[in-house]
Nanobody
Framework: QVQLIESGGGLVQAGGSLRLSCAAS????????MGWFRQAPGKEREFVIG????????YYAGSLQGRFTISRDNAKNMVYLTIASLKPEDTAVYYC?????????????????WGLGTQVTVSS
């Protein structure tokens, strides 16, 4: 069982950048593909970006590629999401996700484990 805790959300101005963090515990961290999803008000949860267990492969959501960067520190069991040039439409709850199958996040689908999410609000 994997527990995920996100942090780093908040209120930011458009044009700025933000780094979200996700701390993982339980399981073998390097065995999981990790990803970030987001859910805006009134919309379905969508895939943002993912990263392989080694950190060598990044999986992008085609529509969002460019402003989102993912990284992981396997020594600290941490995964990070950096969002550049924030836009009001980036306002959402951002969720960390762990995928032990190694196939779902690679296909832009969520794995088994979710964090509770962190709210990002971008003001214009």
């Amino acid at each position: 069982q994997v527990q995920l805790i996100e942090s780093g959300g908040g209120l930011v101005q458009a044009g700025g950048s933000l780094r979200l963090s996700c701390a993982a515990s339980g399981g073998t961290f390097t065995s999981y593909t990790m990803g970030w999803f987001r859910q805006a008000p009134g919309k379905e949860r969508e895939f943002v970006i993912g990263i392989s267990g080694s950190g060598g492969t990044t999986y992008y959501a085609g529509s969002l590629q460019g402003r989102f960067t993912i990284s992981r520190d396997n020594a600290k069991n941490m995964v990070y999401l950096t969002i550049a040039s924030l836009k009001p439409e980036d306002t959402a709850v951002y969720y960390c996700n762990a995928d032990p199958s190694l196939k779902r996040i690679a296909a832009s689908r969520p794995g088994d484990y979710w964090g509770l999410g962190t709210q990002v609000t971008v003001s214009s």
